[in-house]
């Protein structure tokens, strides 16, 4: 079988909105994400035993099951119990929770990080708590984790894929659909294919961008 | 839930499917990251363009995609492949390329004096790498491929969107059959935490067994204290 220039040149508009739908759950996916692993990670720092045994193994099961089960989970059983999503805001959702167990690792590590010496001025100067964690710790372990946190944006961004399990049409849900109009599985397949590589080594080369500016030593 | 675990025949189908699929799909990564991670390792500008280049691309791509490129794609352009194949193929091909990353990273991080000093007993290039830098990088290696392994076996549920019976491809069989949503999917959920969590045993002793070579560690019976010191003891 030969390569169709023109049904593939026909793909591309249909294509390119699948990748916007793609970038869109991203996008929405990791502001979940960002927000909900510093949840886990403060959560797991708290002085109560219970609390953070209990988020260390959830967020444990979480990172060490597949993401394409959880979003089944969040899509086809979240209804029986009155919370019903659209498949877009449930992939969103299920993106984000899956990968606020790696940021929340992330977060941990950034703050373990921060120099004891901080703390022990902190406690000196008797700032209350809340101007510790967002004066002081906070800002100095984010920026040494924005380089890793910006790898798990790719690496999310490689999983979206998996939301045509739940109908979702972004990229490959778009590309085989085209696919299975046409009986032709080559040219939009291999097309969001390259579009992957494409946008996933254009990302890396802006975090190494980022990576620098953010560099702390 | 009774009626879940009553089909629990298909549940252990699809759970053994699942680890052949990891194991299958991780032995064959593992071999395509020692190649491209030593290519990237190497002296010589061209094997070190081909490791960044397979690299590059299958880390670019999705493990998805790729599989169903392999799975659809690939049979036009008169390639066939069973579709276990093509997903082993398509995973190992994909978690390839991040093992290649770490290996070539393991290698470079081994102290360089090891390097200068095997030099300096006159080893050549291949006992170098066997006997004095790969042992040591392989210390270094497993933690890393423990996580990727990890990974490796979450990306398999992929092949239930490619119809391989894995184990959500019946967990998606029991559901439709037995209407349990929640119930299907929360055993699964199980069933997919425990395979990790042995899969991180695994590694984890195979840690203990490469530091243990590289006399990292204690022996697993320590000697008794008269031997070393040569006291000799009353019989």
Redesign the interface.
Known sequence: ?NWDWNYTGRLIPDLLDGLRVTVTATLFGYLIALALGLVWALLRRSPSRVVGQTVRWVTE?V????????L??IF??LP??GVTLGPLTAGIVGLGLHYSTYTAEVYRAGIEDVPRGQWEAATALNLPRRRVWFGVVLPQAVRRVVPTLGNYLIAMF?????L??ITVTEL?GK??DQ?AHTL???EP??V??LF???V??LSSLALRRLEKRYATD | MSDVLDSYPLLLRGAWTTVQITLYGAAFALVLALLFGLAGASRSAALRAVNRIYV??F????????M??FF??LP???LRFTPIAAAVLAIGLNYGAYGAEVVRGSIKAVPRAQWEAACALNFTAGQRMRRVLLPQATALMLPPFGNLL?EL??????V??VSIADL?FR??QI?ASTGQ??AT??V??VI??VI??ALQVLVRLAERRTERMLGRRPQARPIPIAATTGEVMAP
């Open positions: 079988m099961f990172r060490s099951t597949p993401l394409l089960v959880q089944f989970f086809y059983v029986a119990w490689k999983d979206t894929p998996f045509l399990g490959l590309a085989f696919g032709k599985y080559l397949i291999t969001a294919g992957f590589i494409v996933s080594i | 590059e691309f880390r670019g791509v999705a493990a998805l995609v790729l169903y490129w659809y794609a036009l352009l008169g990890i076996m979450k990306a398999t549920a992929g239930s969107l959500t967990a998606k559901q949503t929640a999917f929360a699964i959920l997919y935490f990790a969590q």
